[in-house]
T-cell receptor, first 117, second 114 residues
Framework: EAGVAQSPRYKIIEKRQSVAFWCNPISGHATLYWYQQILGQGPKLLIQFQNNGVVDDSQLPKDRFSAERLKGVDSTLKIQPAKLEDSAVYLC???????????????FGQGTRLTVV | AQKVTQAQTEISVVEKEDVTLDCVYETRDTTYYLFWYKQPPSGELVFLIRRNSFDEQNEISGRYSWNFQKSTSSFNFTITASQVVDSAVYFCALSEDSDYKLSFGAGTTVTVRA
């Protein structure tokens, strides 16, 4: 079974530029998550989708971050404009249907390491 | 407030030594789930175990074992006879029935030296 795919693996941008990350979850997983992991810290949830609807985006800095999952499969996370403090690893994860199995384990991709200079 | 505390930032051991990772959690829910994930240098988090709040039985899986104690709000993880491949960052996480979000601890970096 293919795992969660993310691209790119690495990205370096200057502050105030924009950047986008892509995620393809495990086939059949209805729930998709984006996490931000700052160096030395645990992952922090940014946004959670159930199919193409948003379940939780309470910790997403909406003035600069946006995310979409238009067809309920792939997802993109965008930052515009980027700040130095956005330097982190952005992890995508997916799980079975959150509505029917709310505490099931999530499967993670390898992440995108973003460096803002 | 931090829901999951992993007090050990780094642990370094020699191969074949046992290593125990501490995890203390905080919740007001009676139903919750505890997880351990491993993050090797490649970056992805690998799921190791999930435990619900009603199951306090300790679990063993190969060289891994977990000790869940509700009385002390702890869910500790032991690697027996450690190997170099066990070198990674290990995260403890909590999911509460009230919001289902995974809250991660800060992680413990384990280095196993040959």
């Amino acid at each position: 079974e293919a795992g969660v795919a993310q691209s790119p693996r690495y990205k370096i941008i200057e502050k105030r530029q924009s950047v986008a990350f892509w995620c393809n979850p495990i086939s059949g997983h209805a729930t998709l998550y984006w996490y931000q992991q700052i160096l030395g810290q645990g992952p922090k949830l940014l946004i959670q989708f159930q199919n193409n609807g948003v379940v939780d985006d309470s910790q997403l800095p909406k003035d600069r971050f946006s995310a979409e999952r238009l067809k309920g499969v792939d997802s993109t996370l965008k930052i515009q404009p980027a700040k130095l403090e956005d330097s982190a690893v952005y992890l995508c994860a997916s799980s079975l249907d959150y509505a029917t199995e709310p505490n099931t384990e999530a499967f993670f991709g390898q992440g995108t390491r973003l460096t803002v200079v | 407030a931090q829901k999951v505390t992993q007090a050990q930032t780094e642990i370094s051991v020699v191969e074949k030594e046992d290593v125990t990772l501490d995890c203390v959690y905080e919740t007001r829910d009676t139903t919750y789930y505890l997880f351990w994930y491993k993050q090797p240098p490649s970056g992805e988090l690998v799921f190791l175990i999930r435990r619900n709040s009603f199951d306090e039985q300790n679990e063993i899986s190969g060289r891994y074992s977990w000790n869940f104690q509700k009385s002390t709000s702890s869910f500790n993880f032991t690697i027996t006879a450690s190997q170099v491949v066990d070198s990674a960052v290990y995260f403890c996480a909590l999911s509460e029935d009230s919001d289902y979000k995974l809250s991660f601890g800060a992680g413990t970096t384990v280095t196993v030296r040959a």
